[in-house]
Structures are given as structure tokens and as C-alpha cells.
């Protein structure tokens, strides 16, 4: 009961921490005042531009949610990978932009995704694209947090704080929306910038009527790291408070137990603050990661094995390479290159 008030605390305030930047006034935009008496959704895309795939998120997400009935609102926060900023790509040095939206400025960038949202039945409330990389405070040690990658002596512990941090002001966003229209949101999930999607997400008015669905987040149960996949998360609103303020609470001295990795560190949290999980089958979140490679006028995709659970790709119409495989076949070339080209320095 404890936690679940600390839950519902921290679902009605935003993070003193995180001044909004980039995100209008939501009586500004004009459709923030579409969403009548029925239910409202909030969508968040958090991410690196070079990475993002747009189109299967706004069909099998975005569109899903208008056709069961609810005000979408998108909310979409992007930064350059040349910052150095964004989560770790170390694996996707082979990935390709998406040629729609590759030479695009911010603001036909801008335009772009707000057609897109726009096409899909929704509104674009936020598309916050900072200029350059905001430089994170002096993180706290947190002995015992994030044991794989400390995020105030690691990369990619300064990474992860960065998507949080971006998450949240995404969050703070939202609030005042709330406020704007004197009610609160029904359903909320982020979901990744290089996401594919391959149908439809289950219905969320079906979800929403499990009990304690505000106290809950919904998850796949599928090649986990540790505890709680955070791939794609689903979340009522007094969850979301747990869930979209992991930066400032992070700040604030983290949890009570020792965690291993990001995962580790969300199931943690959902547990502190007395929240419910679900965890869902593949077809409930029917999402892989997935990356552009090739030729740039002949591009391929290919998805992630590690967060591939749905069987057989081809079930699917997706390539039957996964981005791994293709991973080890080039550096097995560039290492064969670079022999030959040893070789014949040497004769």
C-alpha cells in the first residue's frame, strides 16, 4: 500500500529538475483540444534520429489506438547519433537512415513526423529536437545501481541517464497537457525509434479492463536480459509516474536494492513503488528492433534476434538474416581485407 502510494504521488507532479525545452504550449497546438470526453492515449518516442523508422509505428500504434477509440497524442524527442549522446550504437555501425527523412532540417523533419502522426488519426503535442546534446549534472555514485554500467564513470551509464532524462521532459510535457484539459490520460507506452512493428498491438480498451490497469505496466516476456524487458513498455497513469521519472529519482539516490542493468533497475522500481506487471506473449506487443543496411539506393532490413520472439520471421513476411548474422559477415570481410592488405605489404 506504501508503494502504491508513492506511485500515485509521483503520477501527479512533474520533475523540478527538467525545465521544458522544445515543446509548445499545449493550448498552442491545435489539435490538444481534440480529445472530447472519451479516453486519451499518450505515445512516446524517445530516440536518435539517424535510427528512426516511423511508418509501422504509426500503423500498428498509433492508428490502432485512434481506431479503439482514443485522443492520441504523440510526443517525440530526437538527437543526432554525431552527439554521442544517444543509447549505445556499437552494434549498428553498418545502420542506414531512413532515405524520407535522411536530408531533412529540423523543421522539414518536423513536418514530416507531424504528417505522419496527423495521417495516423493523432496529434503531434511535443517533436522536441535540441540543437546539440544537453550535458548531464554530476551524477551521483549510487553504490550498487547499474552495476554493469555505472552511469557516472561509464558511456553508456551517461547514455542511458540521457534517454531517461529525455523521457521525463517528454513526461513534464504531458503533465501540462494534463492541466490544459483538467484530466489525465488513460493509457501510455513508449515505444523505440527503430522499432518494426509487424501488426497490430493488442487492443489497450481490452487491456485498461484488468484490474488495477492504472497501477500496471505491461511487458513482453521475451529474451529478457534481466527481470523486466524495457523494449516496448505499456502503462496505466498512476504507473506512468514510476515510469517516466527514473532520471530525477535516479538523481535523488536511486532505489533501495542493488541493481544489475537497466532492466534489472525497472523491474526494481515497479516493485518499490508497489506497482503490478503483466507479462504479455509476443502477439500482445508484436515489435522487434530492427536497422537499414546496405546499399544507400538499395537498401535491406533486418531485425535484432536478441529481442525476436515471434517464431519463424518469414511467419511474419520479415528477412530471414538477422542484423547479428549480418553484423559478423562484414566484420568477418573487414578482417579478411585487412589480412590481405598486411599480406601484401609484407611481400
Same mark, same amino acid.
Given at each position: 500500500?506504501?508503494?502504491?502510494?508513492?506511485?500515485?504521488?509521483?503520477?501527479?507532479?512533474?520533475?523540478?529538475?527538467?525545465?521544458?525545452?522544445?515543446?509548445?504550449?499545449?493550448?498552442?497546438?491545435?489539435?490538444?483540444?481534440?480529445?472530447?470526453?472519451?479516453?486519451?492515449?499518450?505515445?512516446?518516442?524517445?530516440?536518435?534520429?539517424? =535510427?528512426?523508422?516511423?511508418?509501422?509505428?504509426?500503423?500498428?500504434?498509433?492508428? =490502432?489506438?485512434?481506431?479503439?477509440?482514443?485522443?492520441?497524442?504523440?510526443?517525440?524527442?530526437?538527437?543526432? %547519433?554525431?552527439?554521442?549522446?544517444?543509447?549505445?550504437?556499437?552494434?549498428?555501425?553498418?545502420?542506414?537512415?531512413?532515405?524520407?527523412?535522411?536530408?531533412?532540417?529540423?523543421?522539414?523533419?518536423?513536418?514530416?513526423?507531424? =504528417?505522419?502522426?496527423?495521417?495516423?488519426?493523432?496529434?503531434?503535442?511535443? *517533436?522536441?529536437?535540441?540543437?546539440?546534446?544537453?550535458?548531464?549534472?554530476?551524477?551521483?555514485? %549510487?553504490?550498487?545501481?547499474?552495476?554493469?554500467?555505472?552511469? %557516472?564513470?561509464?558511456?553508456?551509464?551517461?547514455?542511458?541517464?540521457?534517454?531517461?532524462?529525455?523521457? @521525463?521532459?517528454?513526461?513534464?510535457?504531458?503533465?501540462?497537457?494534463? @492541466?490544459?484539459?483538467?484530466?489525465?490520460?488513460?493509457?501510455?507506452?513508449?515505444?523505440?525509434?527503430?522499432?518494426?512493428?509487424?501488426?497490430? *498491438?493488442?487492443?489497450?480498451?481490452? *487491456?485498461?479492463?484488468?484490474?488495477?490497469?492504472?497501477?500496471?505496466?505491461?511487458?513482453?516476456?521475451?529474451?529478457?536480459?534481466?527481470?523486466?524487458?524495457?523494449?516496448?513498455?505499456?502503462?496505466?497513469?498512476?504507473?506512468?509516474?514510476? *515510469?517516466?521519472?527514473?532520471?530525477?529519482?535516479?538523481?535523488?539516490?536511486?532505489?533501495?536494492?542493488?541493481?544489475? %542493468?537497466?532492466?534489472?533497475?525497472?523491474?526494481?522500481?515497479?516493485?518499490?513503488?508497489?506497482?503490478?506487471?503483466? @507479462?504479455?506473449?509476443? @502477439?500482445?506487443?508484436?515489435?522487434?528492433?530492427?536497422?537499414?543496411?546496405?546499399?544507400?539506393?538499395?537498401?535491406?532490413?533486418?531485425?535484432?534476434?536478441?529481442?525476436?520472439?515471434?517464431?519463424?520471421?518469414?511467419?511474419?513476411?520479415?528477412?530471414?538474416?538477422?542484423?547479428?548474422?549480418?553484423?559478423?559477415?562484414?566484420?568477418?570481410?573487414?578482417?579478411?581485407?585487412?589480412?590481405?592488405?598486411?599480406?601484401?605489404?609484407?611481400?
Amino acid at each position: 500500500l506504501l508503494g502504491l502510494w508513492r506511485a500515485s504521488a509521483l503520477s501527479a507532479r512533474g520533475s523540478a529538475l527538467l525545465p521544458l525545452t522544445g515543446c509548445p504550449r499545449p493550448e498552442s497546438v491545435p489539435c490538444a483540444g481534440g480529445a472530447g470526453g472519451g479516453r486519451t492515449a499518450a505515445v512516446y518516442i524517445v530516440g536518435i534520429k539517424e =535510427r528512426l523508422l516511423l511508418n509501422t509505428t504509426m500503423q500498428h500504434v498509433v492508428r =490502432r489506438l485512434v481506431d479503439d477509440g482514443f485522443h492520441v497524442d504523440v510526443y517525440v524527442s530526437l538527437i543526432l %547519433n554525431a552527439s554521442g549522446a544517444g543509447e549505445s550504437i556499437s552494434s549498428r555501425s553498418l545502420g542506414r537512415t531512413d532515405p524520407a527523412i535522411e536530408a531533412l532540417s529540423d523543421r522539414e523533419l518536423q513536418r514530416h513526423i507531424g =504528417r505522419a502522426v496527423e495521417s495516423a488519426g493523432a496529434c503531434l503535442m511535443c *517533436m522536441d529536437l535540441p540543437p546539440r546534446p544537453e550535458p548531464l549534472p554530476e551524477l551521483p555514485e %549510487n553504490p550498487g545501481q547499474l552495476q554493469q554500467y555505472p552511469p %557516472n564513470s561509464t558511456v553508456d551509464g551517461k547514455r542511458l541517464m540521457n534517454l531517461w532524462m529525455r523521457r @521525463e521532459r517528454m513526461w513534464n510535457a504531458t503533465l501540462r497537457a494534463e @492541466e490544459m484539459r483538467q484530466r489525465r490520460y488513460d493509457f501510455l507506452m513508449w515505444s523505440p525509434d527503430s522499432a518494426l512493428w509487424v501488426a497490430d *498491438m493488442a487492443r489497450p480498451s481490452e *487491456m485498461l479492463k484488468a484490474p488495477y490497469s492504472a497501477e500496471t505496466i505491461w511487458v513482453r516476456d521475451c529474451n529478457r536480459y534481466a527481470q523486466l524487458d524495457d523494449h516496448v513498455v505499456m502503462f496505466g497513469r498512476i504507473a506512468a509516474g514510476t *515510469m517516466l521519472t527514473l532520471y530525477s529519482g535516479f538523481l535523488q539516490g536511486g532505489l533501495e536494492e542493488d541493481t544489475v %542493468n537497466c532492466e534489472d533497475y525497472l523491474a526494481q522500481a515497479v516493485a518499490q513503488a508497489g506497482l503490478f506487471y503483466n @507479462e504479455t506473449m509476443f @502477439e500482445v506487443q508484436p515489435e522487434v528492433d530492427s536497422m537499414l543496411y546496405g546499399d544507400p539506393k538499395n537498401l535491406s532490413l533486418c531485425i535484432y534476434e536478441t529481442y525476436w520472439c515471434g517464431g519463424s520471421p518469414a511467419r511474419w513476411g520479415l528477412p530471414a538474416e538477422f542484423c547479428e548474422a549480418v553484423q559478423r559477415r562484414e566484420e568477418a570481410r573487414s578482417t579478411l581485407a585487412s589480412l590481405r592488405g598486411t599480406r601484401g605489404k609484407v611481400d
